[in-house]
């Protein structure tokens, strides 16, 4: 039973569509974290989520949308994708945030190309 | 400045040397420390926490130097299926963990 899933693996999509990614984690954690890891490998906390509360919102562009239906779930919505959103996209899982979190579980990684 | 910075290598060592990095960190008040290991196209997945007083596990030593701000990892006895890229990653507040950009470390027969 994978910890943390997230679908799509690989997504290929065109400039200007609309796509979601989603994330599930079945490890009881109270907290949630999408990053982005761009060609150069670093890793950038997009958000972060606190049994179904924002805790962190980085500076994203409002095209990218963060939905937490229950502390279980986070997906992320993009809108009107550009070339520069290419990337790979993780999200992961903590017992709690910030210094309190422990470690980190990540899932596998959504791959997205924008052509 | 970056909250967190790592020399991003690559380390090209023989297999048996001794490898050591280091990566620091621009917040004094940084609470917690962790070394992580990604493999290529995979995921990170925690390596080791770094404790005030220094720990150890099995060939990986990882110290913390809060005086420079620094957290540091050794590898002893390197091994092939060392070879990867390795994460530091601070925590400043109860918000916030940050990621180094990443050391990749190369292991030769």
């Known amino acids: 039973d994978t910890a943390v899933s997230q679908t799509p693996k690989y997504l290929v999509t065109q400039m200007g569509n609309d796509k979601s990614i989603k994330c599930e984690q079945n490890?009881?954690?109270?907290?949630m974290y999408w990053y982005k890891q761009d060609s150069k490998k670093f890793l950038k906390i997009m958000f972060s989520?606190?049994?179904?509360?924002?805790?962190i919102n980085e500076t994203v562009p409002n095209r990218f949308s963060p939905k937490s239906p229950d502390k279980a779930h986070l997906n992320l919505h993009i809108n009107s994708l550009e070339l520069g959103d290419s990337a790979v996209y993780f999200c992961?899982?903590?017992?709690?945030?910030?210094?309190?979190?422990?470690?980190?579980?990540f899932g596998e990684g959504s791959r997205l190309t924008v052509l | 400045r970056k909250e967190v910075e790592q020399d991003p290598g690559p380390f090209n060592v023989p297999e048996g040397a001794t490898v050591a990095f280091n990566c620091t960190y621009s917040?004094?008040?940084?609470?917690?420390f962790f070394w992580y290991r990604q493999d290529c196209r995979k995921e990170p997945k925690l390596l080791m926490s770094v404790y005030s007083s220094g720990n150890e596990d099995g060939r990986f030593t990882a110290q913390l130097n809060r005086a420079s701000q620094y957290i540091s990892l050794l590898i002893r006895d390197s091994k092939l299926s060392d070879s990867a890229t390795y994460l530091c990653?601070?925590?400043?507040?109860?918000?916030?963990?940050?990621f180094g950009a990443g050391t990749t470390v190369t292991v030769r027969a």
């Open positions: 990653v601070v925590t400043f507040n109860d918000y916030k963990l940050s």
């Open positions: 989520y606190n049994n179904k509360e924002l805790i």
């Open positions: 490890l009881g954690h109270d907290t």
């Open positions: 917040n004094s008040a940084s609470q917690s």
């Open positions: 992961a899982s903590s017992r709690d945030r910030g210094s309190l979190a422990g470690e980190l579980f």
